[in-house]
Each structure stands twice: as C-alpha cells, then as structure tokens.
C-alpha cells in the first residue's frame, strides 16, 4: 500500500498555539503533499515539498521531510479557528495517481 | 488557480435509480481525474482513475459496472452509480491535475457530492 499515516488521529488546540501533525510513508517518493478538508468538502493544497527538499514554507506553514526517517511534519503556526479541518499527507507513486492517509484532524478553540 | 467543479454537491434517490455526478476542469485540461469516496470520519478511498478518450482503471473491490466512468473530453469526467443502493450512500470527491500547470504532480478537487440513497 502506498498510503501515507498521519499522527495524531485528532489534535485539540488553543487559538495562536502552534500545530503539529506527522506523516509517515513506507516507499521511495518524489515529493510529498499536504492537503486539507473542511467538513464536508473537497480537499485543497497546502504545500509540496520534494524528495531532494528538507523544508519548506508558504505562510503559517512549515514543513519537513525526513526520507531516511521517511517521515514529514506539517506545523501551522499560530493557529486559528478557521485553521480547523482535517489534514492528509499524501505522495506521489509511480502511477501518478494518489491515495490519502486517514488524516489528522484538528480543532481549533477560539 | 485551477479550479474543478463537481454537481451536484448533493442527491437524495430511490433504491433502484441511476446517478450521474459530473466533474468539470473549469480553466485547464485534465487528462487523468480521479474519482474519491469518503465515509464520514473516514479517509478519501481512491475509486478509480479516469483517463480522457480511454477506459477508465478501477481499484481493486470497486465493481465497474456499478460505477460507470466517462471522460469523454479534456475538462469532463463523469461517475454514474448504477442500480443505487443505502450502501452507496456517501461522499464522492473527484481530483484533477492540471497537465500543462507548473506542477502536474498537484491534484484540484471537486467540492464533493454526498449522495444519499433511501
């Protein structure tokens, strides 16, 4: 399975703390994404972040590859309440096509 | 940026009847869409991958003469959930890459259709 695993399962926070969700994946990628789903809605892109890159940022959001950990991080910073969603990693296959992991699902408290 | 429109967001039907959701690339062409299915709480479970002026490639346990695919053009793909069922009630989501966009590795989704089958 190409399917990436996101930890926590579900992250409650304060408003203006920080947030930081984990991904692990099991084989060899190009790049890894990050999405996120409001309740009942398509996903949008967050950021993307390739196999020869260890960090990248676009705004409140800073992420990290580890791919001899083969591990990413997506830390939102400062967070608001309209940062509540639910988050995917997800990576490129061989295919092209890809699967989504069972997400991290974050709350954040006003 | 890309944008990708999918109707209707929602349909109530009787057990028995057909449905067609529609998935539109609205500003680019999308050769490949894929097709998504979400149960609440639960992850996107990819359904099958829609290639334009091709069959389509369906993942294993999704029966193809359940849900039909047609990408018949560069900027329409559409599911049809044949024969609906209460267990087809869900959400679908479909995705599409922008194959001349700096980057045809990101996907653009739908706002998703929940279907409810009675």
């Known amino acids: 399975s190409q399917q990436g695993e996101e930890d926590p399962q579900a992250l409650s926070i304060q408003e203006g703390e920080n947030a930081t969700m984990n991904c692990s994946y099991k084989t060899s990628i190009n790049n890894l994404q990050w999405y996120r789903q409001n309740s009942g809605r398509g996903l949008v892109h967050l950021i993307l972040i390739r196999s020869n890159e260890r960090e990248k940022h676009s705004g409140r959001l800073r992420v990290t590859l580890d791919t001899s950990k083969k591990s990413s991080s997506l830390l939102i910073t400062a967070s608001r309440a309209a940062d509540t969603a639910s988050y995917f990693c997800n990576y490129g296959g061989s295919q092209g096509n890809l699967i989504f992991g069972k997400g991290t699902k974050l709350s954040v408290k006003p | 940026g890309a944008v990708v429109s999918q109707h209707p967001s929602w349909v109530i039907c009787k057990s028995g009847t057909s449905v067609k959701i529609e998935c539109r690339s609205l500003d680019f062409q999308a050769t490949t869409m894929f097709w998504y299915r979400q149960f609440p709480k639960q992850s996107l479970m990819l359904m099958a991958t829609s290639n334009e002026g091709s069959k389509a490639t369906y993942e294993q346990g999704v029966e193809k003469d359940k849900f039909l695919i047609n990408h018949a053009s560069l900027t329409l793909s559409t599911l049809t959930v044949t024969s609906a069922h209460p267990e087809d009630s869900s959400f679908y989501i479909c995705?599409?890459?922008?194959?001349?966009?700096?980057?045809?590795?990101?996907?653009?989704f739908g706002s998703g259709t929940q279907l409810s089958v009675l």
């Open positions: 995705s599409a890459r922008d194959r001349m966009g700096e980057t045809n590795e990101k996907l653009f």
